[in-house]
């Protein structure tokens, strides 16, 4: 949105400004500090709590002035305001003494202290003695599930969670409830919130009334957090976090902010998944045994290479199998040890040709690949097979907004900023823009849709191609089309070609290859027309788009080479193969293989199978570069350090490497090293060297440091082991200190370990870290995009399927269906969302549970794929007749490949 530069005058200084964006906003923009609680930049202004107040002057004869609240004033060209005006002052410090006086006095106690926005807002605004003597209002706190704490007492009434929860992210279970002047914000009854994002609470609330339940299990000072960029590992969306370290215990999780990918936010699976890296499954030491029929026994470490060497010599065939979850680098180091031929991915068939079908298409077909900010500016979207909610939560967030832009136009055309929510939202009433999903069965999004779909994967590809027939006005696909199928394919296909800036979204976890040819079919009818179009794939893992681009085979590929000719040596990299193939193929492939390794941090049942079991780290313990659904490259960096045996899986690999060429084990060698290496044998991911600084970064010859100024020191830390201070960790890979030592000033956007800046402790201290509000960070958003759009449509660079899956005979066709909690491996063993995994289920409509003759609750037998599974039934209404959804890789579940033909049996 171009907006003109306007001159204003603050405090008798002139400014420049964009013409029409609120005066709190461009303040800020420009480093002034006016104290503020209910102004949010995702949120926009509502004026509720009276703080941000300055005077206005009419003009340069005007000495007199008038206090407004400057997140409700828009900038116009000869604006006059004071923030330091003393009327201003004194309004903002009564109106902070007024909310002040049923607050409790407990910052000590208070999980916020020390991080707090209202101490900052409290000293910012001169306020510094209490007079209030009455009894102070109170409430009862609730219970609000696992991972948030409640204290009712604190709130200031900022409504910001109110409007976080509901208006922003959508969620129903979360209210303010009133009376005179006794105001609650909270659920109707206690319970566990429902929203998939209600953790970002504890960010968004500028007190401690929602603090991180988690974080309080093993609480510390936020000041004693040593913390270090990293990005979220949870999903393929790439969304950037801050983990914060204390006592070689990862404590929490925090958003980071990446004006580009996930903005102010986070998912509650990002957020609280992360207590993986303190699980009692953590593989902590080597283990070995020497017959397959013997228990894993514990190695020591100088034992390990004696025990490795002969697995790994010249004269043995090696094989290895990558894995999605991996960082490029540990990849590329198995790549480079077992050469090409013999490196395979560690997914399905199915799943690979999907990925590189999707990455084929945004390489080529000159399509625009969007960020996640790019898609909430969406005027139409289209989402086809794709629960984007369960399988990519900041995506389904991002789409959301889209469904706003409608009102932010109207609103704009009538003269009312787009910022100022509550007259945005009033005009608009319930007018959203156009999303349409078609998937199998009801989406949390469907409350924001103009119209869903419910049918099977060869209905929604069915409707798909359709919708792309009626672009090219060529003839409605052939077939047994509904009217329902026709009707809604031209409506969309009309809207689409309305739209400025039409959305494709179409995913690959439904593992149908019909829905993914679909969404690209429509994306190139519309790119056919020179129509400037969106699409985006969701992928299965963190990494899936950067194994993607590396050469290999796939699983089955694996399978089917050591079923013929064997190997002496398989190893396989942090990947569990019970999730991806059937018991009796992962059971084969290690029959032919003489020894297996295994390198992982979980204790999963391919860890519990290795002939050789080594302690790889966790994403808190290590350094790698992964590449985000939108081929965004971004790296992660340790913020502790493993423990003693414990190495990151490259720095195994390298050493193994070692031995093979040399039969002598070597260093595990430097992290720039492997970067160099992988970048000269694989030039797609040359642009990761050029960008993403080395470990010789320095700012005026000092590192950036993990710790604040804050910091309590580390004299007494380790008393109880040694009475003499141990030396600070070095870390020789990175540019990031493990001290309080160095350069915190402006480190590039990549390297933003903690924010915090004098006189702003609590997280809205990322102001000074972006450009603007709602902008990017200075010097950049992190990542680097490794797929670009190609300069000129190549049509013929993507091969479209035409054929439909259907269900065989009379049987039932299986779907796969995805849980946020729970589907997931590795945050499916915090314990704290391991609370909310749902036992698995058969979901079947009213009427089919009526044919069953079962009822909600029941077990049936399920037999599909060759497997059989008793699971209960849920009644799920949304499902067509026929269909049934599985929901899929829950802990302990075996693989399912779906979807399928399959038999229901009542027990």
């Not at 002057?57 to 000495?63: G, H, I, L, S």
């Not at 900010?373 to 909610?389: H, N, P, S």
Request: charged share 25%; glycine share 8%; net charge neutral.
């Amino acid at each position: 949105m171009e907006m003109k530069v306007v001159n204003i005058r603050i405090d008798g200084k002139p400014y420049e400004a964009h013409e029409g964006k609120s005066l709190l906003d461009t303040a800020l923009s420009l480093g002034l500090y006016i104290p503020h609680f209910c102004y949010h930049p995702a949120l926009g202004s509502v004026g509720a709590c009276r703080l941000c107040a300055v005077k206005k002057f009419r003009d340069t004869n005007d000495t007199r002035g008038r206090i407004v609240m400057s997140c409700m004033e828009p900038v116009v060209d000869g604006l006059i305001v004071s923030i330091n005006d003393p009327d201003a002052k004194a309004f903002r410090a009564a109106v902070i003494e007024s909310l002040m006086t049923n607050h409790p006095h407990d910052c000590p106690v208070c999980d916020e202290g020390g991080e707090c926005h209202l101490q900052d807002m409290t000293v910012m605004s001169g306020h510094n003695y209490r007079r209030f003597d009455f009894r102070k209002r109170t409430h009862n706190d609730q219970y609000l599930g696992p991972f948030i704490s409640h204290e009712m007492n604190r709130c200031i009434q900022c409504y910001r969670c109110v409007r976080f929860y509901r208006d922003y992210a959508g969620g129903r279970d979360f209210n303010v409830f009133a009376t005179h002047n006794n105001v609650f914000f909270g659920r109707h009854e206690d319970g566990t919130l429902q929203n998939e994002f209600s953790g970002n609470l504890v960010e968004v609330c500028p007190t401690g009334v929602f603090t991180d339940k988690t974080f309080r299990e093993h609480y510390t000072r936020k000041w004693d957090l040593s913390n270090a960029p990293s990005v979220c590992v949870h999903c393929s969306v790439g969304c950037n976090i801050i983990a914060g370290e204390r006592y070689d215990t990862l404590r929490r999780i925090m958003n980071r902010y990446n004006g580009a990918v996930n903005g102010y936010f986070i998912c509650d699976r990002g957020r609280f998944g992360y207590e993986f890296v303190n699980g009692k499954d953590r593989i902590l030491s080597p283990r070995t045994r020497d017959s397959r029929d013997l228990e894993q026994a514990e190695m020591p470490a100088d034992q390990v290479f004696t025990a490795l060497e002969p697995l790994f010599s010249k004269d043995r065939k090696i094989m290895g199998i990558g894995s999605p979850r991996a960082s490029l680098e540990s990849n590329y180091a198995l790549l480079r040890l077992v050469g090409e031929e013999n490196f395979f991915h560690g997914i399905s068939g199915k799943e690979q040709s999907l990925t590189r079908a999707a990455l084929q298409f945004m390489q080529n077909s000159g399509i625009v690949v969007p960020s996640l900010k790019q898609v909430e500016k969406a005027d139409a979207v289209i989402i086809l097979g794709e629960d984007l909610t369960n399988t990519a939560p900041m995506m389904a967030l991002a789409v959301r907004q889209a469904a706003r832009n409608i009102q932010i136009t109207e609103a704009l055309a009538k003269g009312i900023p787009f910022w100022n929510d509550l007259p945005v939202r009033e005009l608009a009433q319930d007018r959203k823009s156009p999303v349409y999903i078609a998937t199998p069965v009801k989406d949390s999004l469907d409350d924001v849709a103009e119209r869903s779909f419910r049918g099977t994967p060869a209905g929604i590809s069915k409707l798909g191609f359709n919708i792309s027939s009626v672009i090219k006005r060529q003839a409605i696909v052939p077939g047994d089309n509904d009217d329902e199928i026709r009707n809604l394919a031209e409506q969309i296909a009309r809207t689409l070609l309305k739209a400025e800036n039409p959305l494709v979204i179409a995913g690959i976890t439904c593992l149908d290859g019909n829905v993914l040819n679909a969404g690209m079919s429509i994306a190139s009818s519309l790119l056919s027309l020179n129509k400037k179009v969106m699409f985006i794939p969701v992928l299965p893992e963190s990494n899936s788009m950067g194994l993607a681009l590396m050469p290999g085979k796939s699983l089955d590929d694996a399978a089917d080479t050591l079923s013929v000719q064997g190997t002496d040596t398989l190893i396989i990299l942090e990947n569990d193969l019970f999730r991806r193939a059937d018991e009796d193929t992962v059971a084969n492939m290690f029959g032919k293989s003489g020894r297996v390794v295994v390198l992982d941090y979980l204790n999963n049942p391919t860890a519990r199978a290795a002939d050789i079991l080594l302690p790889a780290t966790a994403f808190a313990e290590s350094q790698g570069t992964i590449v985000n659904n939108e081929g965004r490259a971004q790296r992660y960096y340790k913020v502790l350090a493993a423990g003693e045996g414990i190495k990151e899986s490259w720095q195994w690999l390298n050493q193994v490497s070692g031995i093979r060429s040399d039969n002598v084990p070597v260093s595990p060698g430097h992290f720039d090293d492997i970067v160099a290496s992988m970048v000269t044998a694989l030039p797609v991911f040359s642009a990761i060297k050029e960008y993403i600084p080395d470990a010789d970064f320095r700012m005026l010859n000092a590192k950036v440091p993990r710790q604040t100024f804050r910091y309590s020191g580390r004299t007494a830390m380790n008393a109880h082991r040694a009475v003499s201070e141990k030396r600070v960790r070095q870390d020789p890979d990175s540019p990031l200190a493990f001290s309080m030592e160095g350069r915190r000033e402006s480190p590039p956007s990549s390297l933003v370990p903690f924010y915090w800046t004098p006189g702003w402790n609590s997280v809205q201290a990322f102001y000074n870290y972006i450009d603007h509000p709602n902008g990017s960070m200075k010097g950049g958003d992190p990542g680097i995009r490794l797929i670009r759009q190609a300069e000129r449509v190549n049509s013929g660079s993507f091969e479209m399927i035409t054929g439909y899956f259907e269900s065989e005979g009379d049987g039932w066709l299986i779907v796969p269906l995805y849980r946020v909690f729970g589907s997931e491996e590795l945050s499916s063993a915090a314990s704290s969302l391991r609370q909310l995994v749902d036992d698995p289920a058969i979901l079947v409509n009213r009427r089919d549970a009526e044919r069953l003759n079962v009822d909600d609750g029941d077990s049936v037998r399920l037999e599909t794929s060759g497997k059989r599974l008793v699971v209960k039934v849920k009644i799920e209404n949304s499902l067509v007749s026929g269909v049934a959804g599985l929901t899929v890789n829950l802990p302990g579940m075996n693989f399912v490949d779906l979807p399928a033909s399959g038999e229901i049996l009542k027990i």
